[in-house]
């Protein structure tokens, strides 16, 4: 007869203990851009709602800015980096293909050696990687995860391109995830329409820029496309989330979706009927639209600016290239 195989299992919940952020220098207002796209000051906030951006230094790369969210936060979790024996980096920004910014990241601030792997699920990306790990730690494959939202989308943007170069900024989100007594991460709505992967992305391949045949690739949209789509499909999506976590829209301390466009956020509060007590994260205005890393960014300023939400539940939604989309509701640490 076989041997039976052991079988690991985890604690029966998780938590978001803390945050960690690290955002571009450089602060880059809609003047500075609007010569090669020929719009205004005005029309970008407008449309957006962006007043101005934040990008980073040319040699301040994605693992950089991720490395100082990360260490952040760490430290705020008062976990010992040792102890930390998972790393999941979303991002779409690696400045190689290989190997994987988490391997890094994970070395430079004290956890090597965790399991560390990144993933591209696009603006969606942190919220994919929020359920992963609730998954693992539930499962007893890891104690401690360290999930990190970091894009540099300035290396991959055409000043010149009137359909997103001007949305883009560049930072680096964080969250140290653990074990919990009480549930702190509700089930994810997650999935994706590979239909509409010519939606948004990237305008060429490397291997076309390689042999000359086209400038260097850049993100590009097609707007009102990816608009309607994050508007209708994303709002039922959000409701989706809301019930699986067995709550009521009025139960929400805070509602941080990713921080694409200004009037989406605002479409989305109203379509979910939003109380006035729900404080929205609105993070764009001064950041811009920074990917995967938006969601823990908006989370970190939301409990620097709202300390009194902590313990609050919050509904968290990503949506982006692919398309690909996750939702869920967490407590706030």
């Known amino acids: 007869m076989s041997a039976t195989l ?42 957006t709602g962006i007043v101005t951006r934040v990008r980073a230094d040319k040699e301040t790369d994605a693992i950089d800015l991720a490395t100082d969210a990360a260490a952040e936060a760490i430290e705020k979790a008062g976990v010992p980096a040792d102890q930390v024996d998972l790393v999941i980096v979303a991002t779409i920004s690696n400045p190689k293909q290989t190997p994987s910014i988490s391997a890094i990241v994970a070395d430079r601030v004290g956890a090597n050696p965790a399991a560390a792997y990144d993933i591209n699920a696009a603006c969606a990306g942190y919220a994919y990687a929020v359920a992963q790990a609730d998954a693992l730690i539930k499962a007893g494959a890891a104690r401690y995860a360290l999930v990190i939202g970091t894009e540099k989308l300035s290396d991959i ?8 170069s001007f949305l883009l900024g560049d930072g680096a989100g964080a969250a140290l995830i653990g074990p919990s007594e009480t ?15 010519d939606a948004v992305g990237m305008n060429h391949t490397l291997t076309e820029f390689r042999d ?32 699986k976590a067995g709550i009521e829209a009025s139960d929400l301390a805070a509602f941080i979706p990713h921080q ?58 990503g949506f982006g290239a692919g398309l690909v989309f996750a939702a869920q509701v967490v407590v706030l640490p």
């Open 6 to 47: 052991t079988q690991l299992t985890g604690p029966a919940y998780t938590r978001i203990y803390s945050y960690g952020a690290a955002r571009g220098e450089n602060a880059v207002p809609n003047e500075d851009l609007i010569g090669p796209i020929d719009s205004s000051d005005e029309w970008i906030r407008q449309r």
């Open 157 to 164: 943007v055409d000043p010149t391109d009137r359909s997103i």
């Open 183 to 197: 549930p702190g991460i509700a089930p994810a709505v997650w999935g994706s329409d590979g239909s509409k992967a």
């Open 212 to 243: 000359g045949e086209v400038p260097w690739p850049t993100l590009r949209q097609e707007g009102p496309t990816v608009f309607r789509w994050a508007v209708w499909e994303m709002a039922k999506v959000a409701r989706e989330a809301l019930d």
């Open 260 to 317: 694409a466009n200004m009037r989406i956020i605002d479409e989305f509060a109203k379509q979910l009927k939003l109380p006035e007590t729900t404080v929205i994260a609105r993070d764009i205005e001064t950041t811009g639209n920074t990917s995967a890393a938006s969601i823990p960014l908006a989370s970190h300023r939301l409990m620097e600016e709202h300390p009194e939400l902590s313990g609050g539940l919050a509904l968290q939604i």
